[in-house]
């Protein structure tokens, strides 16, 4: 349990250190010493250590530390910075190494320590107040993102977001059954469905405390396990595919986190949950489909099915709801993962208004993200990979695979301001999700 300047103090104190004459503190970054004399547990920082260094060392020693501790959050000012962003960092590095995470054994996960953060000022207390927010979706997507795939099915995912979102002020919630995605003419949505024993769900979340705001939409891609459908993957590329539908939790949290946080903001999510499967009603390679807008689609690769709900996501989100920007998160490709490895998040945009707005919440979040390139020429390949069809789904030559997926999505979004979210790389780290951009929506929906 995290504490806020608690009545309920605790015998020992964490405090960081960059030097100390004490020879019994070990002087390595990110190590731990108990000095029971002064029931005092010491972190060692260098002072020049980055906000990312700070976040990874912070996790890292409060998921191993085997004590309640009051912790002294000012000490951590040493490390050079702004001290509003270092405070954040460490507060929510706390909250994040202090998730038990989903699991399902015979003796339950013990619960994490009690932390009891010290620390002065009404600005730091409002910073505390709404880290303790979206840590709490931060880590409710990280508990989605892990449910096996036999129990976090399409259905399942959706009555948890269901669940969640109960009792939070402002919030609207809708759950379209496959009949009326039928009626709604997603037949992307459903051609990746179809092979699939479990119907798609679409879960929809509304927050509007200012209308008078453009409405934001975030897509997120919701595949609750992906097989590759008749575009088989092979076996070292199945695990990890439960993570599939990191995005849909990523959007519908940061929508819940907004209103939960009465944020001035006028946004929405669109989960779009399904799985991929093969089977003898599965979508065929080479298959022809019909989006909601009315564009159809050559199914050159069953495997490239991220890029097929999230089309009709968006679609619903403009056409239906009125959205007039669009953001999508999505563990879209491997292309992304070889370019950036697990280090960044990618983007893509042609609107750089609103990739303005973007960077300056992806910063203010602490999250890293790299701009990559979309230009008109990775949506030609697309239009051109197939003769039958508007476009293919999938052009053969696996050039810059991470910018054609970017550009297909980009033509659904209407001239729309959009913006891509590739989270491929940085969804889970050691088989545990991580509730990627969740902080970034926070505060991109918040004006």
Known sequence: MILKNSNKSFDLTLKAVSSSKNEMVVKTPGATTLISEEKTIYLFLNENTSLRKLEELVKKAFSSLPYNVNVDIESFFLIKGEEKSIFQV?????????NPGWALKKEASKPGNDFNIVFNGKELEEIFNTSEIKMEFVNFTRDLQDLP?????SVEVANKLVEKSKGIAGL?????????IEDLKMGLLLGVNAGSSVDARVVV???????SIEKTAFIGKG????SGG?????????????FDMSGAAVVCSSVMALAKAKAKANVMAVACLTDNRIGSTATLTES????????TVEIGNTDAEGRL??????TLAIRKFGAQKVVDVATLTGAIVIALGAWFTGSFSTNDTFYKEFEVAHNKAVEYVWRQPIIDEHLEVMQKASKVADMNNAESSRQAGSSTAAAFLNYFAEGKPYIHLDIAATDATNDRGNGPMVKTLFELGSK
């Open 90 to 98: 460490v507060v929510e590095a706390i909250m994040f190494a202090n």
């Open 309 to 314: 709900v999230l089309a009709d996501g968006i």
């Open 205 to 211: 979340m509304e927050y509007s405390s200012d209308t």
């Open 149 to 153: 795939p036999n129990i976090g099915t």
């Open 288 to 295: 022809v489909l019909t989006s909601m807008n009315g564009a």
């Open 223 to 226: 595949i609750c396990f992906d």
């Open 172 to 180: 609207k919630v809708t759950v379209y059954n496959k009949k009326q």
């Open 230 to 242: 008749y575009n088989l993957k092979g076996s070292p590329f199945l695990k990890g595919m439960k």
